[in-house]
């Protein structure tokens, strides 16, 4: 059964109250930091999205925030994170992006798996990818599954990669 109007409803409040907790974490920290960015706050596949971003289309300071290969941007999420569950004392899976580097990835890993899909399909066997951080994995899971292929995450991170099998 589906949820009804009145519980989708009060997930969306719930969702968009986490992205408003946030925001105002993250003004804060910009704040400290000295960086400018405005933060824009959305509900995308049922989790709060919050991104920084800057009307500079190559702001610098945004993208100190964003750090090589977003492990900078991974650690803000996850601090941003237990900022919102110190507030609501529940587990956020909010989202977090800086200046789009998110977005910009997203396009590169659904182009990653559609080639290792084709490869799968021609040569009937298994195909690992490269080690991936969880947001990344996800996005080849996700992209493998529409393409009705299985996949999963084989190892130990920071080693933990997809592994796209065969139907």
Do not use: C
Not at 55 to 76: F, I, K, N, Q
Not at 139 to 165: M, N, Q
């Amino acid at each position: 059964m589906g949820a009804t109007q009145p519980e989708v409803a009060a997930d969306v409040k719930r969702l968009e109250e986490e992205g408003e907790i946030a925001a105002d974490y993250l003004e804060e920290l910009l704040d400290i930091v000295d960086v400018d960015g405005d933060i824009e706050i959305d509900v995308e596949h049922g989790r709060a999205a919050v991104e920084i971003v800057s009307e500079e289309s190559e702001d610098r300071s945004l993208r100190r925030l964003v750090g090589p290969h977003g492990e900078v941007l991974d650690a803000l999420q996850e601090l941003t994170r237990l900022a919102v569950q110190a507030r609501t004392g529940e587990r956020s899976r909010l989202m977090l992006d800086v200046a789009g580097h998110r977005a910009a990835r997203r396009t590169e890993l659904v182009a990653i798996a559609e080639e290792a899909i084709g490869r799968v399909r021609s040569d009937g066997a298994p195909v690992a990818l490269r080690p991936m951080n969880p947001f990344e994995r996800k996005v080849v899971h996700d992209t493998v599954a529409a393409a009705g292929l299985v996949s999963d995450s084989d190892g130990v991170e920071p080693d933990r990669h997809v592994v796209i099998h065969p139907a």
